[in-house]
T-cell receptor
Framework: EAGVTQFPSHSVIEKGQTVTLRCDPISGHDNLYWYRRVMGKEIKFLLHFVKESKQDESGMPNNRFLAERTGGTYSTLKVQPAELEDSGVYFC????????????FGEGSWLTVV | KQEVTQIPAALSVPEGENLVLNCSFTDSAIYNLQWFRQDPGKGLTSLLLIQSSQREQTSGRLNASLDKSSGRSTLYIAASQPGDSATYLCAVRRNSGNTPLVFGKGTRLSVIA
């Protein structure tokens, strides 16, 4: 069974550009989460989808970040326009409601804004 | 607001030693607590999950304990090996199984052969 996959694994963009990160959760997982770790800080929650609906987006830093989950399958996180402080690792995770709530993380998308 | 603290931030031990990593959280009203491992450049791997009603969980050489009332958890690693070198993260869930995790900054462990 494939795990949580994220694309791209690494991205270097200039300030002001747009980047779109993609996450493919484990098949059948209705919960999908985005987290972020910036240098020297702890991993922080961004938002939570249940199927295609945003359950909780309280962690989204500002309106430059837009997340979607088309048809309740894969999700994208767009940063537009990117700022220097957006640099960090963006993790996606998924879980199936009720199956012990075990959460599975992807390997992360490493974003550098220069 | 829940805050999770992990001590120490970094730890270096010789191979074969038993060691303890500490995690504390400010709000004891948690649903569960989870320990993860992260290798450099990789994602997070779940090691142990302790429900709020449990006191400890064991997996192989790993043992995690939970004292919810005092807001503390420990991860005990027995007979450490160089392959245990990684960052260990503690995270708590608020009040149900699907609410977001709140993470500590992690403990970076190095086991020297």
């Amino acid at each position: 069974e494939a795990g949580v996959t994220q694309f791209p694994s690494h991205s270097v963009i200039e300030k002001g550009q747009t980047v779109t990160l993609r996450c493919d959760p484990i098949s059948g997982h209705d919960n999908l989460y985005w987290y972020r770790r910036v240098m020297g800080k702890e991993i922080k929650f961004l938002l939570h989808f249940v199927k295609e609906s945003k359950q909780d987006e309280s962690g989204m830093p500002n309106n430059r970040f837009l997340a979607e989950r088309t048809g309740g399958t894969y999700s994208t996180l767009k940063v537009q326009p990117a700022e220097l402080e957006d640099s960090g690792v963006y993790f996606c995770a998924s879980s199936h409601t009720g199956l012990g709530n075990t959460i599975y993380f992807g390997e992360g998308s490493w974003l550098t804004v220069v | 607001k829940q805050e999770v603290t992990q001590i120490p931030a970094a730890l270096s031990v010789p191979e074969g030693e038993n060691l303890v990593l500490n995690c504390s959280f400010t709000d004891s009203a948690i649903y569960n607590l989870q320990w993860f491992r992260q290798d450099p450049g990789k994602g997070l791997t779940s090691l142990l999950l302790i429900q709020s009603s449990q006191r400890e969980q064991t997996s192989g050489r790993l043992n995690a304990s939970l004292d919810k009332s005092s807001g503390r958890s420990t991860l005990y690693i027995a007979a450490s090996q160089p392959g245990d070198s990684a960052t260990y993260l503690c995270a708590v869930r608020r009040n149900s199984g699907n609410t977001p995790l709140v993470f500590g900054k992690g403990t970076r462990l190095s086991v020297i052969a």
